[in-house]
């Protein structure tokens, strides 16, 4: 008789393993390479069982974008805790997560991906103009300076320019660039 049937499910950790999955292939091949097909094959879960999971490929990319906004709120929530002073405090851990996206390929292929779909895909950029509503009035009492604002946007610009790898900002000029900027969420 077959153990198929006797072993124990672990739905979380399937999902998760599709994700990452998911997220792995739209880092190599780009977002186009992420079908139900390529992540069923690539996870060794059946079809059905991604079905069950992710009913479209707009879920799996939604859910795709959900999991990679919760590391990168993680991160941010661990650079915040880090830092003693409050004011500028959401700002700092923004610009320097942000930043630090460069230096984890694995999370930057992802970032990069999704952040292209993220120009192209209206749900997904809803999505995330939520996140910074949400993030802008959670921070309102300590990162609501006019220059906390221009980091931040400086954070998206830097953002932008390592994902298009449109300008050569490395090494000691990217540090005092960040320095400069982390200066300014101190007034």
């Known amino acids: 008789m077959s153990n198929a049937h006797h072993r124990k499910k672990q739905p979380v950790l399937v999902r998760q393993q599709l994700l990452e999955v998911a997220a792995r292939l739209a880092g190599e091949q780009g977002m186009s390479a992420v ?3 390529a992540v069923s094959a690539a996870s060794g879960v059946s079809k059905g069982g991604l079905l069950h999971h992710f009913p479209t490929k707009n879920a ?3 859910a795709l974008f959900e999991s990679l906004l919760e590391k990168f709120d993680a991160e941010i929530d ?9 004011q500028g405090r959401f700002s700092r851990a923004y610009l320097q997560a942000v930043s630090g996206l460069k230096d984890r390929p694995d999370d930057s292929r992802s970032w990069t991906q999704v952040t ?4 192209a ?3 997904l950029r809803l999505r995330w103009r939520q996140w ?8 309102i009492g300590t990162d609501s300076a006019l ?8 954070a998206d610009g830097l953002w932008l320019a390592d994902t298009l790898e449109s300008h050569d900002i490395s090494g ?3 540090r005092e660039l960040i320095a400069r900027l982390i200066e300014l969420t101190h007034k």
């Open 172 to 174: 000691a000029l990217r």
């Open 78 to 86: 661990q650079l915040m805790r880090a830092d003693p002073l409050p």
């Open 147 to 154: 220059d906390t604002l221009i980091v931040r946007f400086a």
């Open 121 to 123: 895909e209206p749900r």
């Open 116 to 119: 292209i779909a993220l120009l």
């Open 132 to 139: 910074v509503a949400e993030r802008a009035e959670e921070y």
């Open 60 to 62: 799996l990319l939604d």
């Open 35 to 37: 079908t139900l097909d």
